[in-house]
């Protein structure tokens, strides 16, 4: 089992900047990709961005694409998005999600999600 906990949301003006992040705990987390989904009120939950188990590789959905940036502290047990240039169609609640396959936006291919936090953006 591996637990997750995302940290980091709250409400923050458009063109501003907000860092993520998702603890973990349980299994090895380097034996996981971990990847970051986000579900805006009335719409179904979307990928955003997956890192591989060693950081070398990473995915943007084309919204995240030049703004969004995905990391991860293996020695910290922990993935962050520094989300920056905000706009208020980012608002939605985010998960982070870890895999034991390679990154992939499919959401049935994550083993495990955290509870979410809200990220709200203001025009």
């Known amino acids: 089992q591996v637990q997750l906990v995302e940290s980091g949301g709250g409400l923050v003006q458009a063109g501003g900047s907000l860092r993520l992040s998702c603890a973990t705990s349980g299994r090895t987390f380097s034996d996981y990709a971990m990847g970051w989904f986000r579900q805006a009120p009335g719409k179904e939950r979307e990928f955003v961005t997956a890192?591989?188990?060693?950081?070398?590789?990473?995915y943007y959905a084309d919204s995240a694409k030049g703004r969004f940036t995905i990391s991860r502290g293996n020695a910290k047990n922990t993935v962050y998005l520094q989300m920056n240039s905000l706009k208020p169609e980012d608002t939605a609640v985010y998960y982070c999600?870890?895999?034991?396959?390679?990154?992939?936006?499919?959401?049935?291919?994550?083993?495990?999600w955290g509870q979410g936090t809200q990220v709200t953006v203001s025009s």
């Open positions: 890192v591989t188990w060693n950081g070398r590789s990473t």
């Open positions: 999600a870890a895999t034991v396959y390679a990154p992939t936006t499919n959401q049935g291919q994550y083993n495990y």
